[in-house]
């Protein structure tokens, strides 16, 4: 499956309509791993994984092309958290260039895209809460 996106700096974040949430540029990848490198280095070291596996997986894989992603929730979750806490350390301080802040701000947009297509799978009454029930139906 060849899917093809824009380059990252040109690119708008990915309309769940029109491709999965799990489908990544290579620059969206590499941006997320230059945004957790300092703060979050195990985040880091697995989204520099995945970026060593598509490649290995794509021969000629241009920065063009999308790399579908199959992480589980809680690694979502976490790479989600550390790049908000990046952004907010980012919008607070001085320097960041109105591009670089752009581009943290779409990197988020896509993981939070990704998070959310775990909670649309999510079925409450697989999970045992039900209607009004409160907090007891969550024991």
């Known amino acids: 499956m060849d899917k093809q996106a824009p380059p990252f700096?040109?690119?708008?974040?990915?309309?769940?309509?029109?491709?999965?949430?799990?489908?990544?540029?290579?620059?969206?990848?590499?941006?997320?791993?230059?945004?957790?490198r300092e703060e979050y280095p195990s985040l880091a070291l697995a989204v520099q994984n995945l970026l060593v596996e598509s490649r290995l997986q794509h021969e000629n894989n241009s920065r063009e092309k999308l790399i579908e992603l199959e992480l589980d929730v809680q690694t979502v979750s976490d790479i989600v958290t550390a790049l908000s806490e990046v952004a907010e350390h980012a919008a607070l301080t001085e320097g960041?260039?109105?591009?670089?802040?752009?581009?943290?701000?779409?990197?988020?947009?896509?993981?939070?895209?990704?998070?959310?297509?775990?909670?649309?799978?999510i079925n409450p009454l697989a999970m045992g809460i039900e209607g009004n029930q409160g907090e007891e139906g969550l024991n």
Do not use: G, R
């Open 9 to 36: 700096s040109e690119s708008l974040p990915i309309d769940p309509l029109v491709i999965s949430a799990n489908y990544f540029s290579l620059d969206c990848l590499e941006f997320s791993f230059h945004c957790l």
């Open 96 to 121: 960041h260039s109105k591009e670089e802040m752009i581009a943290i701000h779409q990197t988020l947009l896509d993981w939070l895209l990704y998070a959310q297509s775990f909670l649309d799978t």
